[in-house]
């Protein structure tokens, strides 16, 4: 179905937090914490604004909105809403809206709590830009924009070295692979010539008919690999929970670590179902999987176990978008909703936890469920969502991809397992943050532990009433948010219909009670198994976080060790450096390409003009054979007046009288200057390093000869001559073509020339007056008498 055009409004949707995030400072100031409530406002407007969408994507219906943005290189800011997008947009909305409020509560009395609440609005609008744009090159500034603002709220608190290695470990792993994203990207448009991501998906097979499916395959992955954090790169989202609660509640449950899942789906009808598409995926999602949830079990840190079950819960997303099973896709859709309301409501029960009790580790609470009573209940119905427990939403997510990894043919088996097996240790997980923390006996925190403000539980406990609302009317559910997200991924619509209960007993009914079984039983055994872990992490040792470390310390070392080569100090190896590396600029695209310009036919010259080459070879052979330096400099000044006369010959006597006065300063100037430098007055250097500066000095020559041939072998184009001859004397009032030229069309190019030779003056008068201040000397001699180096030799 072709996308139906629609106004700006959603554009302006889009960048809405981006004008909030200007604003919220300033409310911060005049409300403080309060400020939080008329925030809240602009995410609870984008909300609604998706939230008409519902009934027409629902329906199959696709939109399209553009504004021009950079037309000459057909970057346009565009946003494509379906079923997918929508889904997005209104979970970044919503959820957002909480965490508005939650960070309102949260740093109540912070002192750059503005700074925060923009920093927040800024992310918000970089992943709506993400997930609505329809063109590639403005959805990857959006990317790149999630990882900027992702790199400033994770090292909110930049006095803290932990926070400020975190942020720049984020900002690494996913700014690079966001630059490899735009590789990919780069190679769709070369090789579908389409830049729109709804052009794309109309010919869903375009980019697996071409030559560079592989590349293309690999580069998408490995932008989406790195953004949601799978194996091996895993290891930079749980050391991101060094930011505040309300930046891991909203970064785990409905914005970044999502991103790159939403960039798999978005592209599976155009990579997807493939054998490369169907092997990669699933394994590498396998194996984050287990090692998400074998992690969070040897943690005791609450908002570790949860980000490591993050990792986890990306890792069965991404293998069960990588089946590209229908029932299976279906289940990856309702565990990316189910994911989005629990893990959001838990990362604020421990945020709030910390706040009121003063402490995170679970072995150091209990009791806490008469102090806390609202918390306790949003964690514990939260929690069951986890587990997958009815009547739920998570329940029926669970239920939902077991008939797809069960019916899926090729690896269905063994994709199950893990599932079962990863399933059961989210289960530990959930009860071990719903149990461990609120029933036992009290125990004493470093805080006097009470319920929080309003501002604090609002969110946990919509988000989880809302995952058991979603459950109780699962077929609507279905209808409005799981069908057509579906139908974006599989490219056609599906309309699917939702059960809260099991009609039969079937597979899935029992893998569920299989899970339910294990995980039960692995969490009476925590302890035992989280010291059983630890312990073979220890034996191990070495892990991809210690290797970011290491790799960041070899570019570092490489970088010292380069700098050591080439900076040495001495103005010969720059020079051969600078001039070594723009020969081989000039020379070696033309020789890879086999686009070396021919030689032109030497024309017929008069005698005069002959004799004007003859001198410019005399000058050459001057320098070459040059005694001192100072006669070298005036030897190659006969080039530079031979150029002047080569002007004045072909009609150009002003260019020919500027390029005399500039050969003539320059000459006179370096002269001048050579004879107040202490330089010895002959060229030292071995007959092998002369020939090895030659080389490259002929092989500058050749290259610039070359592409200036090339340039003349072009075909002319002459508007611009017509241009400027057409309208300097109309518009500029000029006969000079070249003044006018200089002083009107380029008048501001020529302020800023004059502009910078004014700046260097200035610099130079002032080098030249500077006096250092006299100092008194050990000896009591005049600091102003120094002594020569015969007197020192003496």
């Known amino acids: 179905m072709t996308p139906a055009a629609i106004d700006d409004t959603t554009l302006y949707a889009v960048l809405a937090p981006f004008a909030a995030a200007v604003v919220a400072p300033i409310l ?52 494509y809403v379906d079923g997918l997008s929508t889904l997005f947009a209104l979970l970044i909305s919503g959820i957002g809206t909480f965490i508005i409020l939650y960070a309102g509560g949260y740093l109540k009395g912070h002192p750059q ?65 966001g630059l490899v994203l735009l590789a990919g990207f780069i ?28 590349p293309i395959f690999l580069l998408v992955l490995g932008g989406a690999f790195t953004k949601s954090a799978q194996f091996p790169f895993h290891f930079w989202l749980p050391n991101a929970m060094e930011a505040p609660t309300p930046v891991s509640a909203y970064l785990h449950s409905a914005t970044m670590v999502k991103a790159g899942v939403y960039l798999l789906m978005r592209v599976h009808p155009l990579l997807g179902d493939t054998a490369l598409w169907t092997t990669v995926l699933p394994l590498f999602g396998g194996i984050t999987l287990l090692v998400g949830t074998i992690l969070a079990v040897r943690m005791t840190d609450l908002k570790l176990m949860l980000a490591y079950t993050t990792v986890a819960s990306l890792g069965l997303l991404v293998m069960l978008t ?40 679970i072995t150091k609470l209990g009791g806490l469920r008469s102090a806390m009573p609202i918390t306790f209940v949003a964690a514990c119905l939260a929690a069951l ?44 997980i959930a009860a071990a943050v719903a149990i461990k923390p609120f029933f036992g006996p009290k125990v004493d925190t470093p805080k006097h532990a009470h319920e929080g403000p309003i501002l604090l539980f609002a969110g946990p406990v919509f988000l989880s009433v809302t995952g058991l609302g979603l459950a109780l009317i699962a077929h609507t559910t279905g209808v409005l948010f799981v069908g057509p997200t579906l139908s974006s991924l599989l490219g056609e619509f599906k309309s699917i219909d939702l059960h809260l209960w099991p009609t039969k007993i079937n597979a899935p009914l029992i893998l569920s009670v299989i899970t339910i079984g294990l995980g039960i039983a692995l969490f009476t055994q925590l302890d035992r198994l989280r010291s059983f872990i630890a312990s073979v992490l220890a034996a191990i040792g070495w892990g991809p976080d210690k290797g970011f470390d290491q790799f960041v310390s070899g570019i570092v070392g490489l970088s010292a060790w380069i700098t050591r080569r080439l900076q040495t100090g001495k103005m010969h190896t720059y020079m051969m450096l600078t001039f070594g590396f723009t020969a081989l600029a000039v020379l070696l695209p033309g020789y890879l390409t086999n686009s070396l310009p021919a030689m032109p036919k030497m024309p017929e010259y008069r005698f005069y003009e002959w004799g004007i080459f003859f001198i410019a070879i005399l000058g050459l052979i001057a320098v070459l054979i040059a005694k001192t330096r100072l006669t070298a400099i005036v030897s190659l000044g006969i080039q530079g007046f031979a150029v002047a006369l080569i002007f004045m010959m072909f009609g150009a006597p002003d260019l020919s009288f500027t390029q005399f006065m500039v050969e003539t300063l320059s000459v006179v100037i370096l002269a001048l200057v050579m004879t107040r430098l202490n330089l010895s007055p002959r060229d030292h250097r071995t007959a092998p390093a002369a020939l090895g500066t030659g080389v490259i000095a002929a092989a500058v020559g050749l290259g610039l000869t070359l592409t200036l041939l090339a340039i003349t072998q072009q075909p002319f184009d002459s508007r611009l001559s017509e241009f400027f001859t057409e309208y300097s004397r109309s518009i500029a009032h000029g006969r000079n073509i070249v003044n006018v030229i200089l002083v009107d069309f380029r008048g501001v190019d020529t302020l800023g020339e004059i502009a910078v030779v004014v700046l260097a003056g200035l610099c130079v008068l002032a080098l030249i007056r500077v006096r250092t201040k006299p100092e008194a000397t050990s000896d009591g001699s005049d600091p102003d008498v120094v002594p020569t180096r015969k007197a020192e030799a003496r």
């Open 28 to 79: 911060t100031r005049w409300f403080k914490h309060n400020a939080a409530w008329p925030l809240a406002i602009v995410p609870g407007m984008i909300f609604l604004h998706f939230a008409g969408f519902i009934g027409p994507v629902s329906e199959g219906q696709t939109f399209v909105a553009s504004m021009a943005w950079a037309p000459s290189y057909g970057v346009n800011f565009s946003v």
């Open 113 to 177: 709590q503005g700074r925060f609440f923009s920093f927040l609005f800024m992310f918000m609008g970089a992943m709506l830009g993400l997930v609505l744009c329809n063109n590639l090159i403005s959805l990857f500034i959006f990317w790149e924009l999630t990882s900027i603002t992702s790199f400033l709220l994770i090292g909110f608190d930049h006095l803290r070295a932990a926070s400020r290695r975190a942020a720049v470990q984020a900002l690494v792993v996913t700014g690079g692979g």
């Open 187 to 214: 190679l769709i448009i070369n090789a579908t010539g389409e830049i729109e991501m709804s052009v794309l998906l109309s010919s869903p097979d375009i980019i697996k008919d071409s030559g560079l499916y592989v």
């Open 322 to 361: 990588g089946t590209s099973h229908e029932k299976a896709l279906e289940g990856a859709v309702l565990y990316l909703l189910a994911h989005s309301l629990f893990k959001g409501a838990l990362f604020m029960v421990a945020g709030t936890i910390d706040h009121e009790a003063g402490t995170r580790d």
């Open 385 to 428: 969502s986890m587990a997958g427990l009815p009547p739920f939403i998570g329940f029926i997510a669970k239920e939902v991809l077991y008939y797809g990894t069960w019916g899926w043919l090729e690896l269905g088996l063994p994709i199950t397992v893990t599932a079962v097996i990863g399933n059961s240790l989210m289960l530990v």
